[in-house]
């Protein structure tokens, strides 16, 4: 753990086009607050906040809000984390807007300054190649289009965050938070984590983003068959479905469905009706008064166990836990 005393620069990276706001200032109270924290106990602050851009004013939000860097990019200035916020609207046209950064973003890395990405500000350190053949995180609403961008990287959907070697990112919103806790305690220590979880009620341990998802099956993709077959475990999850009857169906092998099926969806054959029986599951249990075994057997399984170990895999949750935690009802 790191207990220099070094100032730590944290530059919080100004993208063109709409970015998130809640970001940036969201990182610059938690630091600020860190340094508040250590001067109370007698020791120096540690961190100095800044933003970089290309140009010093950015409008943002349909010229509702402005932002202004005050460094710009070819200006000398020392980095010790950039952090990346979170882009919003099409991810395409906002890569190409911000395509000069990309390399400005390698130099920096290259100067041995460590890199942080906030939800799909994901796709922006992507297209810089640092992550290729590495793990990360994003939005999870954006994971289909992630994978099917950056196949060579590693596409953890259901993580809050990834750290490879100075490299970070952060899953769906809000879960920059826990990213930003995670960094602080690199830089600091424990207790200074602690006390800044409290003041901003974050919720330390959160590791997983599962419970949050829901299940999209990828359909952007140019096989009719394989998009049939995924038509059909929409309309007919509540039944037993298998491999072999489906191949069947679809006049395919086995072997071809399940290599098509993969290559199509990001899913396997299993993985896809399992994530379709507890999203229907998941709603069920939201909305209605039913319990775990009458939801269970509606979605198509007749083994109690099966049913929790599944359940649960997927939404990081146990059926009763999700239950309790998202049905109207239960919490009035």
Known sequence: MKTTRKTKNISVLIPKGDISLSNVEG???IFSEANKMLERIGKEPLFKFQLIGERKNNLLKENFFSIHPKFLLDEDLETDLLIIPALHGDMLSSLELNKELIP????????GTEIMSLCTGAFLLASTGLLSGKSCTTHWIHANDFKEMFPDINLLDDRIMTDENGIYTSGAA???LNLILHVLEKYTNRSVVTFIAKVFAIDIGRESQSQFIIFQGYKHHSDE???KAQEFIEDNFQDKLSIDELADMFSLGRRSLERRFKKATNNTVVEYIQRVKVEAAKKSFETSSKNINEVMYDVGYNDTKAFRSTFKKISGLSPLDYKKKYN???VA
């Open 104 to 111: 400005w973003i390698v130099e920096q890395h290259k100067k």
């Open 225 to 227: 068959c394989i998009l």
């Open 174 to 176: 809000y879960s920059y």
């Open 328 to 330: 109207k009802d239960l």
């Open 27 to 29: 990182i610059h109270h």
